[in-house]
């Protein structure tokens, strides 16, 4: 998966300013390409944990669909633990088509970005590039 600088900017700087609770938003694309940035709210304003709201999601979902774009990528921050789908990340994966990346704050100098496909509780690594 390629992603732009600038998305990549934005999800560690939200990460960073959600910190200690972990953050939570989407990236929308077309055919492939990410063009989209969307912070949500964690609604359980958690370190361990994330939800997001489920009327904002929906709204969310419907800008993107009016701006041309689809779902591509749900992200979420790790604020000590490395970006890896934890147990509870891994059992509330519920969106097969989408990808999800992680942030993690592990080492805040140099935050690391994986991206995984969860589709019935198995967890595939994505080649990811910063471009």
């Not at 709201?53 to 604020?79: F, N, P």
């Not at 633990?81 to 704050?105: G, Q």
């Not at 080492?107 to 019935?120: C, S």
Request: proline share 6%; charged share 25%.
């Amino acid at each position: 998966m390629d992603i732009p600088r600038h998305l990549r900017d934005a999800m560690v700087a939200h990460a960073i300013e959600e910190d200690p609770n972990e953050c939570c938003g989407l990236l929308a694309g077309k055919e492939g390409a990410l063009t989209g940035h969307y912070r949500m709210r964690n609604a359980e304003q958690s370190p361990y944990r994330y939800s997001m709201d489920g009327k904002e999601l929906l709204l969310t979902l419907r800008e993107i669909e009016d701006g041309g774009a689809e779902l591509q990528v749900i992200y979420h921050s790790h604020t000590h633990s490395p970006a890896y789908p934890s147990a509870t990340d891994v059992r509330l994966a519920t969106w097969p088509d989408a990808s999800y990346l992680l942030v993690s704050l592990e080492n805040r100098d140099d935050p690391d970005i994986r991206v995984f496909r969860i589709v019935d509780g198995e967890v595939t690594e994505e080649p990811v590039a910063i471009v």
